[in-house]
């Protein structure tokens, strides 16, 4: 189940807050843990058990860990249940996503004949995964106290908007909140506006980028401009997909009474790749730092040791994004970005004009995210290849011009929306109005807020594609 499909929309959700609201606060959280549980179990009910395998891992090693603590201060048995557990997650984590990339290059590389088992990717593993990892590491740290009651700790894991593709919430972003919150009407205001900003993103911009950049990756004619053409393409697909999914989880999180931290702040406005990694997938970054970067030892240690730290934190941060060498090489590719801008070219760059420094981005990040579509090596190099070449032909030229006509609004939106324009038009709006104008301009908002619901609606009715690209991580 996705949430921008019918079923979600009038069905699921409409239940979900009619039964929430009407229970009364003891039995709420429960009521949430029953539809997040149905929502995830939807597609494959039998990776539901996967989620409940590793919440138990987990639950049972926060309390060892807080147990051998107070019992034995001196010794380093709290340690040891922590790299149990971690263990643990990883090892199921390295099952479900990596037996099959491991034993394919081992076979090829040692011309062996294991035979590949047939294993199904667990929606959201990776997302899960870690979130459960963070609560069992951060008890162990001191910075949480362990829940003891098991059906909250599955909350926090399985609450159904972060649960498949995030944000990666920490548990002592949500701790108060999962078992005393309130919820006022500004919370539900601001949570409807921001899922249904959120799914107007992903259906009427990723989804109809997504469908010319797949034309363009999946075909097998390019010249230079169409390549570029299919890569800008996917670099809207990609941002408004996920950026889309994030508005709409934290959405449903305040209506719910949950407030998560934010996951994107305008990435292709950076202007360096440093600062774009501040503001792209902001969750899943700053666990990076938290609980690889930082443990490794860091900046504080010497050049040397920090330079392995960032390639170690990299190279798992491809890695984590799926089997295959192209994202191993895409992790890679930002290290050597970030190592060159923290060594040299970041003060290079504080002497140059915003504009030249924001397409030097906007050039890497596309080129990344060239790396990150095709899965093929040989085919990464050509596609590259045909994108610096300067290679015309008519035909190329034909279908950019085609292709441009039918998807050009979509495209057109999604360049204007990556820059924070519906947002400084709001705080503009807030602050000029008041009195009558602004009560009419906050009425004027929700006729515009209902109108978009509707021609949302509208469009995702007429349409069959509808993918969410960070579920298969």
């Avoid at 019918?6 to 959280?29: C, D, E, G, M, Q």
């Avoid at 140059?352 to 990040?365: D, F, K, S, T």
Wanted: proline share 3%; with cysteine.
């Amino acid at each position: 189940m996705v949430f921008s499909s019918t079923i979600f929309l009038f069905a699921f959700l409409p239940a979900l807050v009619a039964l929430y609201f009407l229970a009364s606060k003891k039995y709420r959280n429960y009521v949430l843990l029953f539809f997040s549980l149905v929502f995830y179990a939807w597609g494959e009910p039998k990776f539901l058990f996967v989620m409940l395998t590793i919440v138990g891992i987990d639950y049972l090693a926060a309390f060892a860990i807080d147990f051998l603590r107070e019992k034995y201060p001196g010794r380093k048995l709290s340690g040891l249940v922590l790299f149990l557990a971690i263990a643990s997650n990883v090892g199921v984590l390295g099952y479900y996503k990596y037996t099959v990339f491991v034993l394919r290059n081992f076979n090829k590389i040692f011309s062996q004949h294991i035979a590949i088992p047939k294993i199904v990717l667990p929606i959201g593993i990776s997302f899960f995964t870690f979130q459960a990892m963070s609560y069992v590491i951060d008890v162990y740290r001191k910075e949480v106290k362990p829940q003891k009651n098991p059906f909250f700790v599955l909350l926090y894991v399985s609450l159904f908007p972060q649960l498949v593709a995030g944000p990666i919430v920490r548990y002592q972003t949500v701790e108060n909140e999962i078992t005393e919150r309130s919820i006022s009407i500004n919370d539900l205001a601001a949570g409807v506006e921001r899922f249904i900003v959120g799914l107007a993103k992903k259906v009427m911009i990723a989804n109809y980028a997504g469908q010319l950049a797949d034309i363009v990756f999946d075909g097998d004619y390019l010249t230079t401009p169409y390549a570029w053409l299919g890569a800008a393409a996917y670099t809207i697909q990609i941002y408004f997909d996920f950026s889309a999914y994030s508005d709409m989880a934290i959405g449903l999180g305040r209506i719910f009474g949950f407030h998560f931290n934010e996951n994107f702040n305008y990435p292709y406005i950076s202007k360096s790749i440093t600062e774009f990694w501040r503001r792209w997938h902001i969750s899943l970054s700053t666990w990076f730092r938290d609980y690889i970067y930082i443990p490794l030892g860091g900046n504080r240690c010497g050049r040397v040791r920090q330079i392995f730290n960032m390639f170690v934190v990299w190279a798992v941060t491809g890695f984590w994004h799926g089997a295959a060498w192209n994202f191993i090489l895409w992790g890679i590719y930002y290290f050597i970005l970030l190592f060159i801008e923290k060594n040299f070219l970041l003060k290079i760059l504080d002497k140059i004009p915003g504009w030249i420094r924001h397409i030097y981005v906007m050039l890497a990040v596309i080129v990344g995210w060239v790396l990150f579509r095709v899965e093929s090596l040989a085919e990464v190099i050509a596609y590259l290849k045909v994108m610096f070449s300067f290679h015309f032909e008519r035909l190329g030229t034909e279908l950019c011009l085609m292709y441009l006509s039918k998807y050009g609004i979509y495209l057109a939106l999604g360049i204007i929306l990556s820059a924070p324009v519906y947002k400084k038009l709001r705080e503009h709006l807030s602050k000029k109005c008041k009195g009558t104008t602004r009560e009419l301009v906050m009425a004027g908002g929700y006729c515009y807020l209902a109108l978009l619901f509707g021609v949302t609606v509208l469009y995702l009715v007429n349409s069959t594609y509808n993918p969410f690209i960070y579920f298969r991580f």
